[in-house]
């Protein structure tokens, strides 16, 4: 069974750090491209960044280029979003999920507040 | 920047009734390798996303047959044939072509039962 395990989340201060990490087994997680998404509370979901398969190809929307940095680790089948220069509006539920989003985790919620 | 419009915003469906959402992208969503990156996800009250429809119209695993999608270009639509009491949630469709700009979800279609 494909299964994805977001962790790491927390209440941090704006400008703080967080890493996530994405636990992923049930799958060849080297052959796979993974994404990490968010939702704000009681709000829709936004895309936050995508990896290729080997990582070589990375890609993150205009609201946390320069702050977020996506990678993984293929050794140990994890995926991981380190968050750094956190805002308030940072805070949501973050979710990894496999390809284009064929599979979710089920989220780690981030809140970024004093 | 794709622009993802979603109508209607809510709907109340009597159960055993059909269902039917609108989709509309700001770009078509045909890529130059002939498929049309046009997903269908669903988000059951406190649960993460699960896909539905992939490439406009392709069902994912497990996903009951009363599930259709349908649209080409810039417009789309997902039904249920039969809405199930099961079928509550959150309706979200995305575009998957600009990928360097990122994937796009479109603003939600919250259904309940009536």
């Known amino acids: 069974e494909v299964q994805l395990v977001e962790s790491g989340g927390g209440l941090v201060q704006p400008g703080g750090s967080l890493r996530l990490s994405c636990a992923a087994s049930?799958?060849?997680?080297?052959?796979?491209?993974m994404n990490w998404v968010r939702q704000a509370p009681g709000k829709g979901l936004e895309w936050v960044s995508y990896i290729s398969s080997s990582g070589s190809t990375i890609y993150y929307a205009d609201s946390v280029k320069g702050r977020f940095t996506i990678s993984r680790d293929n050794a140990k089948n994890s995926l991981y979003l380190q968050m750094n220069s956190l805002r308030a509006e940072d805070t949501a539920v973050y979710y990894c999920?496999?390809?284009?989003?064929?599979?979710w985790g089920k989220g780690t919620t981030v809140t970024v507040s004093s | 920047d794709i622009v993802m419009t979603q109508t209607p915003l809510s709907l109340s469906v009597t159960p055993g009734q059909p269902a039917s959402i609108s989709c509309k992208s700001s770009q078509s969503l045909l890529h130059s390798d002939g498929k049309t990156y046009l997903y269908w996800y669903l988000q059951k009250p406190g649960q993460s996303p699960q896909l539905l429809i992939y490439e406009v119209s392709s069902r994912f695993s497990g996903v009951p047959d009363r599930f259709s999608g349908s649209g080409s270009g810039t417009d789309f639509t997902l039904k249920i044939s039969r809405v199930e009491a099961e079928d509550v949630g959150v309706y979200y469709c995305?575009?998957?072509?600009?990928?360097?700009?990122?994937?796009?979800f479109g603003p939600g279609t919250k259904v309940d039962i009536k």
């Open positions: 995305m575009q998957g072509i600009h990928l360097p700009w990122g994937f796009t």
């Open positions: 049930g799958f060849t997680f080297s052959s796979y491209e």
């Open positions: 999920a496999l390809g284009y989003m064929d599979v």
